[in-house]
């Protein structure tokens, strides 16, 4: 079956533009995750969906950063402004659902360099 | 605040060595815990988690992991390690403490090489 996908794989920008990262979870997964992965930074919690529930935004970094979640599945995740610091891989990840005893999946992410 | 450690940024073990990749970690309530391998250029793979019951875990490619409330450990071994297990491993820790919230914390990543 189809996995996690994420578009686009890789997207160069120049600072002060904005950017949309789009992500397709797994069918029937009503969880789903946004992380960022920099350079020797590791993961980074970014904001996590669940069902109808309000999202859980708390690893957002910046107002510079937000994301939806359209009919319980497709997300995007929108940066304004682009800054230097925002270069890192963008990962998207889907789980069955949001008690997080189940292991999640993740996309190839988008790897994001600001110029 | 829920934290995961993973104390070694690299591992080198020669093939057919026993591989280990150690992860502690710290939460207020039970944890729940993962790892997850990252191949080159790829997304990151689940290989095996620890909920509750057995202490010892087996997940995909041979890998198995024990925990270790006392230590507040969940190391991952392998038995003999192969040239294709090179790649980046992360532990993840989610705490069920009532005030942890619904978030799981990786740590910053072991590289493992794998020598022939």
């Known amino acids: 079956g189809a996995g996690v996908s994420q578009s686009p794989s890789n997207k160069v920008t120049e600072k002060g533009k904005d950017v949309e990262l789009r992500c397709d979870p797994i069918?029937?997964?009503?969880?789903l995750y946004w992380y960022r992965q920099s350079l020797g930074q590791g993961l980074e919690f970014l904001i996590y969906?669940?069902?109808?529930?309000?999202?859980?935004k708390s690893g957002l970094p910046s107002d510079r950063f937000s994301a939806e979640r359209t009919g319980g599945s497709v997300s995007t995740l929108t940066i304004q402004r682009t800054q230097q610091e925002d270069s890192a891989v963008y990962l998207c990840?889907?789980?069955?659902?949001?008690?997080?005893?189940?292991?999640?999946?993740f996309g190839p992410g988008t790897r994001l360099t600001v110029t | 605040a829920q934290s995961v450690a993973q104390p070694e940024d690299q591992v080198n073990v020669a093939e057919g060595n026993p591989l280990t990749v150690k992860c502690t970690y710290s939460?207020?309530?039970?944890?729940?815990l993962f790892w997850y391998v990252q191949y080159p250029n790829r997304g990151l793979q689940f290989l095996l988690k620890?909920?509750?019951?057995?202490?010892l875990v087996k997940g995909s490619y041979g890998f198995e992991a024990e925990f270790n409330k006392s230590q507040t450990s969940f190391h991952l071994k392998k038995p003999s390690a192969l040239v294709s297990d090179s790649a980046l491993y992360f532990c993840?820790?989610?705490?069920?403490?009532?005030?942890?919230?619904?978030?799981?914390?990786f740590g910053g990543g072991t590289r493992v090489l794998v020598k022939p």
């Open positions: 993840a820790v989610r705490d069920t403490g009532r005030a942890a919230g619904n978030k799981l914390t």
């Open positions: 969906f669940q069902g109808n529930s309000a999202p859980d």
């Open positions: 939460v207020s309530g039970n944890p729940y």
């Open positions: 620890y909920i509750t019951g057995d202490n």
């Open positions: 990840a889907s789980s069955l659902g949001g008690t997080l005893r189940n292991e999640q999946y």
């Open positions: 069918s029937g997964h009503t969880a």
